[in-house]
C-alpha cells in the first residue's frame, strides 16, 4: 500500500475562468486540489497535483490496482460553476507516481 500522485492537466475543452478539482477512489475517498480555484486567465494549460495523503483530504492508502475518477468543474468569474466534468475510470498506478 502507498500514497499516489496525480497530475491533472487541462489542455483542450475548458473555457471557462476558473476550474477545481477532486479525485475520486472507487470505495467513495474523495481527495480536493490544493489551494483554491485554478485561474486560467493567462495561463494557457494549467496543472493541478493531487496527493492521497491526509493533507488533500485523504488518507487514502492504495494498492495500486484500484478505479480513479477526476472531476473538473468550471467556475465563471462569479465562481458559479458552469459545467462539471468527470474524466474516468483509470486505474492508479497506470495514471499516477508513488508519493514520496
Not at 476550474?19 to 475517498?29: C, H, L, N, P, W
Not at 480555484?37 to 495523503?53: C, E, I
Amino acid at each position: 500500500m502507498a500514497y499516489y500522485e496525480f497530475t491533472l492537466t487541462v489542455v483542450n475543452g475548458a473555457t471557462a475562468d476558473k476550474f477545481v478539482a477532486q479525485t475520486i477512489f472507487e470505495d467513495g475517498q474523495v481527495v480536493y486540489q490544493p489551494g483554491g480555484p485554478v485561474d486560467r486567465s493567462g495561463n494557457g494549460y494549467p496543472s493541478v497535483t493531487f496527493t492521497s495523503s491526509a493533507a488533500s483530504g485523504g488518507p487514502v492508502d492504495l494498492t495500486g490496482s484500484e478505479s480513479v475518477w477526476f472531476q473538473l468543474t468550471e467556475l465563471d468569474a462569479n465562481f458559479k460553476a458552469v459545467s462539471v466534468h468527470i474524466i474516468g475510470p483509470y486505474i492508479v498506478s497506470e495514471v499516477g507516481v508513488v508519493a514520496s
